[in-house]
């Protein structure tokens, strides 16, 4: 089993930033990639960034790039988003997780099989 727990969401002003990390634990090894998604109220969740867990490999969608970077830091077993810019679009609960099945890319719900609790971003206009 991998247990993801997310912290670093809050409330920010339109054009500022935030860090979210997401801790890992449990087993150490299976991990092929990670990621981040978000559900806004009322929407499906969608996703934002992936990492390889092996590689440097990292995918993003359309409408963070530029703006948002995904990174991982694997002796702390923790994976990060710095999200700059941020726009009230942004509002989303954060999901954080990890796949043992898929490398990137990998932008499917579906294809990840563990997840963590979620962080809520409030972005103010």
């Known amino acids: 089993q991998v247990q993801l727990v997310e912290s670093g969401g809050g409330l920010v002003q339109a054009g500022g930033s935030l860090r979210l990390a997401c801790a890992r634990s449990g087993r150490s090894f299976g991990t092929r990639a990670m990621g981040w998604f978000r559900q806004a109220p009322g929407k499906e969740r969608e996703f934002v960034a992936a990492?390889?867990?092996?590689?440097?490999?990292?995918s993003y969608a359309e409408s963070v790039k530029g703006r948002f970077t995904i990174s991982r830091d694997n002796a702390k077993n923790t994976m990060y988003l710095q999200m700059n810019s941020l726009k009230p679009e942004d509002t989303a609960v954060y999901y954080c997780?990890?796949?043992?099945?898929?490398?990137?890319?990998?932008?499917?719900?579906?294809?990840?099989?563990?997840w963590g609790q979620g962080t809520q971003v409030t972005v103010s206009s």
């Open positions: 990492i390889g867990w092996s590689d440097s490999s990292v």
């Open positions: 997780a990890a796949s043992s099945l898929y490398t990137l890319p990998n932008t499917q719900v579906g294809r990840y099989n563990y």
